[in-house]
């Protein structure tokens, strides 16, 4: 985790490092203690390294999937004009503004990462994988960014899945947008491909 040192205005300094857990979900507690002229504590950003091996198959191999592919396959709602679309991968991404709205990505890989855009206008999101619900995501932003990491998954099985991707935004919110760009599946068996 990086953040703002409390000496001067020192930026992207590690606050925490952790090495050496195992695989599975962690929770990272860190609260100011408001010492000083400047209470505040600035999380500029977290960075966290995974060990994507797959049991006795070796690395696993990324699959990059657009989402133009069939593979994806969206609810009614969405358009494929989201803000900042040219620097989407491909210069292609689905977005919608509609509540429920989905996006469903059938896949097969031990691994899978969903990519889109953050910003003011976007709102919270929340993921199914495999039917099991996981908490809700907000992807607002003080400006727009694309082509960033919007779901993660691994150590999920080798097995086919299903992804599900709601746009949940909160009641009486101006951010409404969910944008959707690409996704990443890490399997064993594929060799490197881009669709």
């Not at 004009?81 to 059938?106: I, R, Y």
């Amino acid at each position: 985790m990086f953040g703002t040192a409390n000496s001067g205005l020192v930026y992207q300094q590690p606050l925490v490092v952790v090495e050496g857990l195992t695989q599975g979900t962690h929770t990272l507690k860190i609260t100011s203690n408001g010492v000083g002229s400047t209470p505040n504590l600035d999380v500029d950003m977290i960075t966290f390294e995974s060990d994507l091996q797959a049991d006795g198959l070796g690395p696993l191999i990324a699959s990059i999937i657009q989402d133009t592919d069939s593979r994806f396959q969206y609810s009614s709602s969405w358009n494929t004009s989201p803000t900042n679309v040219s620097l989407f991968s491909n210069g292609t991404g689905h977005a919608t503004t509609t509540s429920q709205s989905s996006v469903t990505l059938s896949f097969t890989g031990a691994a899978v990462s969903i990519f889109g855009s953050v910003g003011p206008n976007n709102g919270q999101y929340q993921a199914q994988l495999d039917g099991v619900t996981y908490p809700v995501l907000n992807g607002t932003s003080w400006d727009t960014f694309t082509q960033v990491m919007l779901y993660h998954a691994n150590d999920i099985g080798d097995i086919p899945h299903e992804l599900v991707i709601i746009n949940q935004p909160a009641a009486n919110s101006a951010q409404t947008a969910l944008a959707i760009d690409y996704a990443v599946c890490r399997d064993p068996h594929f060799v490197r491909k881009s669709w």
